[in-house]
């Protein structure tokens, strides 16, 4: 499965950006699919994922701020992400896996996105 990440910018804080990834592969709707960021200076963490059930979870830092999507006619997952504040600056990463169980775990998701930089400026 290749990803293809995309809708990053440079936005203030308090405004909204929406993230999406493509995705080529047959079997779409089987994936579970993730996002992740990782700050400068800091290790990628768990973001947001949706399950190929549609089930969601989010870490709790973005809870009610963020809401992940998917639709798999179009092979694609979204990240709309609200109430920007500037420690949401990082670049994001899409991911897919197959039977994906810890939906929060990096080690679930075999398939990477190359990232997108969403900047939140004070």
């Known amino acids: 499965v290749q990803l293809q990440a995309s809708g990053g910018g440079l936005v203030q804080a308090g405004g909204s950006l929406r993230l999406s990834c493509a995705a080529s592969a047959s079997s779409f709707s089987t994936y579970g699919l993730g996002w992740f960021r990782q700050a400068p200076g800091k290790e990628r963490e768990f973001v947001a994922a949706?399950?190929?059930?549609?089930?969601?979870y989010y870490a709790d830092s973005v809870k009610g701020r963020f809401t992940v999507s998917r639709d798999n006619a179009k092979n694609t997952v979204s990240l709309q992400m609200n109430s920007l504040k500037p420690e949401d600056t990082a670049v994001y990463y899409c991911?897919?896996?197959?039977?994906?169980?810890?939906?929060?775990?990096?080690?679930?998701?075999?398939?990477w996105g190359q990232g997108t930089l969403v900047t939140v400026s004070s």
């Open positions: 991911a897919a896996g197959r039977f994906v169980s810890a939906m929060s775990t990096q080690a679930s998701y075999r398939n």
């Open positions: 949706i399950g190929w059930n549609g089930y969601t």
